[in-house]
């Protein structure tokens, strides 16, 4: 017999009041909660809503929330969801009413990333995300050169900003109980982005200051309480909390 | 219905398209549509690298643009037209130096020069890398400079059909999956750069979104498939979900071995050993477990515990992490299981043989990256060659446009009637699907991947490739009663991802279809195309592109174009 999962998936259609609806997915060996996802559009609704690309931890389009834990569906195995010890400190995640009867043992409860405005079902909007990404200009501003040499960059230094810059961009740093009273607030990822650039020593000056100057700006750094959230759901391991300590100490000291 | 006018229009948010959008927003306006926000985009899992002759790996100082070219069209059974080759590899050291300038966070040797690694195929270390997530890397930065530049993107919005009047192209329809409205861009170019189509097999390394939808578009139109035959196997596709474990693994000194721990590759080609290219080492692997000599029947060892936890964690970290994510395997302390399986395309839309490099045989559609056959892979890529492409190309046609000018165009009323076609026939598309009463689409997809994973893969014979060609069209028949309920209303379509796959699946139905015809007519093997019961080259008889063409009964009809050669003569293919 094949064994079955049970799901209790939120549902939302737009400008609805969100439900919860349940669902039973066949499992198959190394099954992902993504796939299951999947198992629920192909083959119990197809109008089912929710965001994927890679399906290997990399794209960062599927962050949601799993037993209250956002993650990415792609890396999660569904029999390990019951077993996986969450990160400690999580803050409390309200989406809409969980039905009193989720049998929390057996049945996974999905629900959409926190602190972002859902749309339709686990697609939330992302326009704060990427605005709050785009004001703090993540990008060089040097000419563009085409003939060698390229312009050189320490073996140490452009290791030091690794773990910076493979940043997914997935948005589940935005757990953050900052983002969840502060719609003003820059939020963990565009802060690391930030602190990316002003790390990153190929980097000048002047577009070093004009970063430091936005991100020192009340909604930046100052806003962040140091609950240190976003270091501990992070998938990737960029430390976005980190970043912002550091961006503290090297940047806002008077 | 909602009509955009803009000079160009650019479908595809990875490295093809935002280098053609950063290059043409210069001067003009431009729209650049991609189904997922850029970033999400299939080039952001290139692992390896990207190839130029730097000459900055002490092993390979003497690199030049003219050995790289060689090694590109060796590896490429010399099928890869031999100017255009000549033209990227050219362009390599440029495109390299120009992400560095623009930020890319490339892997340093202790010198501070970006660092080199070998890769297959390649006569010398010209791979350079940002430890094994290049791919991402570049796309970000990429996107970074887009956002400095101020690009004008439309995020999720799914590209449904190309709009042509005669034989030039006036724009497409879209889907806007924020709001669930078609959506009309009319334009006097239009670049397609929707990337690859592995979605056609059941396993392949390609995401989930990799479903050729400009190939489709454009075949729908008219434009030739070239080349679908030869699809380039991964040799090591991580056992269980098939996610890419980088050739970088073996360019670093990853070693393959069987059941028997013997290193398979020694006897196979001699002297590149693990570091042939991709489509010899792919049929090894393949026979090895075919022969009993893999293990539980399914795989072979990739190992790379001889390299050392601190090489692993600074030249593999990404790959560590996916191994251990999805296969429970940290490859410090064990081999990890590997198999081969599809990871890329060489063929895809036409190219002009009388045309600048991208122009298709439609006035004014340009293609780029993965989904073009432009063709610099032939019949088998080198790895690191595939970003490259993206680049060099994507800023080849921007460059080429803006010289040229805006074409002429139709008159107003003849593209205002294409696009009331193109709407009428997608509205009349959608209802048909409502009423229909055959199978789900899933039903379909899967059916469809099961065949060619099972009969136009790694070794291919005559009887599995016409199971194939008539499978495909019962497919086709199926899909032409395909059920999905509630989708004509912009409400329903809003992010209704279950009429994007439905959309997408028309797209792979005409591929897959593609794939398995000129899999039949082409009887020789030739890169990554290897016939069971052709085994030898023939170039007397198959040295051509093939180009296929859906004729006006509905069928499937072969041509042929010349291979550009002239450079380098065709010889047998050792290594």
């Given at each position: 017999m094949v064994e079955k999962q049970k799901f209790l998936v939120y549902r939302k259609n737009p400008g609805e009041t969100p439900r919860y609806e349940r669902y039973t997915v066949p499992l198959k060996p190394g099954m992902s909660v993504l796939e299951a996802l999947f198992y629920i559009q192909d083959?119990?609704?197809?109008?089912?809503a929710f965001r994927y690309a890679c399906?290997?931890?990399?794209?960062?389009?599927?962050?949601i929330t799993i037993d209250k834990f956002p993650q990415l569906a792609c890396r999660t195995q569904v029999t390990a969801v019951k077993s996986t010890k969450k990160p400690l400190k999580l803050p409390e995640l309200t989406f809409g009413e969980v039905p009193?009867?989720?049998?929390q043992e057996t049945e996974i409860l999905i629900e959409p990333l926190p602190n972002m405005e859902p749309i339709k079902d686990l697609v939330v909007e992302m326009e704060p995300f990427w605005k709050f990404y785009e004001e703090v200009k993540p990008y060089f501003v040097r000419e563009y050169i085409d003939v060698q040499p390229e312009s050189l960059q320490s073996f140490e230094d452009a290791r030091s900003i690794e773990h910076l810059v493979y940043?997914?961009?997935?948005?589940?740093?935005?757990?953050?109980p900052v983002n969840a009273t502060n719609s003003n607030y820059l939020g963990p990822t565009a802060l690391a982005k930030a602190y990316r650039f002003m790390a990153d020593?190929?980097?000048d000056d002047s577009h070093r200051s004009v970063i430091a100057g936005r991100v020192s700006k009340?909604?930046?750094?100052?806003?962040?309480?140091?609950?240190?959230v976003c270091n501990r759901v992070c998938p990737k391991g960029v430390k976005p909390g980190t970043a912002i300590q550091n961006t503290r100490k090297e940047y806002l000291t008077p | 219905m909602s009509v955009k006018e803009f000079d160009v229009l650019i479908v595809g948010g990875g490295l093809s398209g935002l280098r053609a959008g950063l290059e043409l927003s210069k001067k003009w306006k431009v729209a650049l549509v991609s189904k997922?926000?850029?970033?999400?985009?299939?080039?952001?899992?290139?692992?390896g690298g990207i190839n130029a002759?730097?000459?900055?790996?002490p092993e390979g100082k003497e690199d030049t643009p003219e050995k790289h070219a060689f090694d590109t069209i060796k590896g490429s059974d010399y099928l890869a037209d031999q100017d255009v080759v000549m033209f990227m590899t050219k362009e390599a050291p440029k495109i390299v130096v120009e992400f560095e300038s623009m930020g890319a966070p490339f892997s340093r040797f202790e010198n501070g020069k970006i660092a080199q690694r070998p890769f297959g195929g390649?006569?010398?270390?010209?791979t350079c890398y940002a430890a094994d997530r290049t791919g991402h890397a570049l796309l970000h930065t990429l996107y970074e400079q887009c956002i400095r530049q101020g690009v004008d993107f439309y995020d999720e919005f799914f590209l449904i059909d190309l709009i042509s009047v005669y034989n030039t192209v006036t724009g497409a329809l879209t889907l806007d999956?924020?709001?669930?409205e078609l959506v009309t861009f009319r334009t006097p170019y239009v670049i397609l750069a929707?990337?690859?189509?592995?979605?056609?097999?059941?396993?392949?390394?390609?995401?989930?979104?990799?479903?050729?939808d400009g190939v489709g578009a454009a075949f729908r139109v008219g434009v030739p498939m070239q080349d679908c035959e030869f699809i380039q196997f991964h040799p090591t596709c991580l056992y269980g979900s098939g996610i890419l474990m980088s050739e970088g693994a073996r360019g670093e000194g990853g070693l393959l071995f069987n059941n028997k721990k013997e290193r398979f590759m020694l006897k196979i080609?001699?002297?590149?050993?693990?570091?042939?290219p991709r489509d010899i080492i792919a049929r090894a692997i393949t026979t090895e477990i075919n022969e009993g000599r893999g293990f539980e029947d399914a795989y072979v060892h990739l190992d790379l515990?001889?390299?050392g936890a601190e090489r692993i964690k600074e030249r593999l970290p990404g790959i560590r992490d996916i191994a251990i994510d999805f296969?429970?395997?940290d490859s410090i302390e064990k081999p990890i299981p590997v198999h081969a399986g599809h990871h890329y395309s060489m063929g895809g839309i036409g190219t002009k043989?009388?045309?600048?490099?991208?122009?298709?045989?439609?006035?004014?559609l340009w293609a780029v990256g993965?989904?073009?056959?432009?063709?610099?892979?032939?019949a088998n890529r080198l790895g690191g060659n595939s970003l490259l492409e993206t680049a060099v190309f994507g800023r080849y046609i921007g460059r080429k446009m803006l010289e040229r000018g805006l074409p002429s165009r139709p008159s107003l009323d003849k593209i205002i009637a294409a696009e009331k076609a193109t709407l009428d026939n997608i509205e009349g598309l959608f209802k048909r699907w409502e009423s229909n009463s055959g199978k789900k689409a899933v039903e379909i997809r899967e059916a469809m991947g099961e065949t060619l994973s099972r009969n136009v893969f790694v070794f291919r014979k005559e009887s599995e490739l016409q199971q194939a060609v008539n499978d495909m069209k019962n497919f086709q028949k199926d899909f032409e009663n395909v059920s999905l309920t509630n989708i004509s209303s912009p409400a329903a379509r809003k992010f209704n991802y279950g009429l994007v796959r439905t959309l997408e699946l028309r797209n792979m139905i005409d591929i897959a279809e593609v794939t398995a015809f000129a899999s039949l007519w082409r009887k020789e093997s030739r890169g990554a195309h290897y016939r069971t019961d052709y085994p030898t080259r023939k170039d007397e008889d198959y040295l051509v592109h093939s180009m296929v063409i859906r004729n006006n009964s509905g069928d499937l009809e072969m041509h042929t174009k010349p291979v550009k050669l002239g450079i380098f003569e065709p010889k047998p293919r050792e290594y």
């Open positions: 083959h119990l609704d197809s109008s089912f399906r290997g931890a990399i794209c960062g389009s599927c962050g009193n009867d989720w049998n940043c997914i961009l997935c948005g589940i740093c935005w757990t953050c020593t190929r980097v009340e909604d930046g750094v100052p806003a962040c309480e140091k609950h240190f | 997922v926000v850029p970033i999400r985009s299939h080039s952001g899992a290139a692992q002759a730097l000459g900055n790996h390649a006569g010398s270390p010209r999956l924020t709001t669930g929707t990337g690859g189509f592995g979605r056609i097999f059941t396993a392949s390394t390609n995401a989930i979104i990799c479903t050729g080609a001699p002297e590149a050993k693990e570091l042939a515990t001889h390299l296969a429970g395997v043989f009388d045309g600048d490099y991208c122009e298709t045989s439609l006035d004014g993965e989904n073009a056959a432009v063709s610099v892979h032939g």
